[in-house]
């Protein structure tokens, strides 16, 4: 089974994908792999952090979404009433943006390195943006 390579800042994680729970998202974000970006801090939905990808489109409609990812949760946000965004969240989370609630699609979670979640959260929210990569491994 292929797993995902999540290196955010400094910190390395490995993550499954939610394919049975999601298989359109998967099939969308395997597209876009290896996704190079900046991963910053959230600014309304709490303790998370957050890849902007402004008008790019995923083309899937919501499937497993949620509005409340546990940590490590990986959601995406297929844009619409809001800019298509990752969410990574480190913590408590409520996931919003500047229009309200949103909700994502959990498409992949965190199975190794979850120690180091809250202190990517810290290191962005601190520090700034951080280098971000995801691919499949």
Request: proline residues 6%.
């Amino acid at each position: 089974m292929k797993m995902l390579r999540i290196t955010a800042g400094p910190y390395t994680f490995k993550a499954r994908w939610e394919e049975k729970a999601a298989p359109k998202t998967v099939a969308a974000i395997r597209r876009m792999l290896p996704l190079r970006s900046k991963l910053v801090h959230v600014r309304w939905s709490g303790e998370s952090t957050w890849v902007p990808m402004g008008e790019k489109r995923l083309g899937v409609d919501f499937e497993n979404h949620t509005s409340h990812p546990a940590p490590g949760e990986i959601l995406v946000y297929p844009g619409g009433i809001s800019e298509m965004e990752i969410l990574f969240p480190y913590g408590a989370c409520l996931f919003a943006s500047k229009v309200g609630q949103l909700a994502g699609n959990h498409f992949a979670t965190v199975i190794e390195g979850n120690e180091n979640l809250a202190e990517i959260g810290r290191l962005t929210l601190w520090e700034g943006a951080q280098d971000f990569l995801i691919e499949e491994v």
